[in-house]
Nanobody
Framework: QVQLVESGGGLVQAGGSLRLSCAAS????????MGWFRQAPGKEREFVAA????????DYADSLKGRFTISRDNAKNTMYLQMNSLKPEDTAVYYCAADKRLAIVTQAYQYAYWGQGTQVTVSS
């Protein structure tokens, strides 16, 4: 089992940047596919990005390609989400997720472990 803790959220003006981190417990971090999801008020949780166990493969929501970058450092048991050119519509609670599987997945139900979330607010 893995425990996940997100950090790095906050309030930023439109056009600004934030980097989210997701720290994982345990010594088997590199056996987990990882993902970022977000949930805005009144909306369903949506896929943001995912990364393979080695970090060599990534996938993004089409609408976020070019602005968001997912990465991981297996030596530090940490995953990151670099968010640039932020827009008010990016405002949401951002969650990191993990699952012990071989390939990247993009559906929330496919992830067994979740962090508590970190709030990102983008002002106009």
């Amino acid at each position: 089992q893995v425990q996940l803790v997100e950090s790095g959220g906050g309030l930023v003006q439109a056009g600004g940047s934030l980097r989210l981190s997701c720290a994982a417990s345990g010594r088997t971090f590199d056996t987990y596919v990882m993902g970022w999801f977000r949930q805005a008020p009144g909306k369903e949780r949506e896929f943001v990005a995912a990364i393979s166990r080695s970090g060599g493969y990534t996938d993004y929501a089409d609408s976020l390609k070019g602005r968001f970058t997912i990465s991981r450092d297996n030596a530090k048991n940490t995953m990151y989400l670099q968010m640039n050119s932020l827009k008010p519509e990016d405002t949401a609670v951002y969650y990191c997720a993990a699952d012990k599987r071989l390939a990247i997945v993009t559906q929330a139900y496919q992830y067994a472990y979740w962090g508590q979330g970190t709030q990102v607010t983008v002002s106009s």
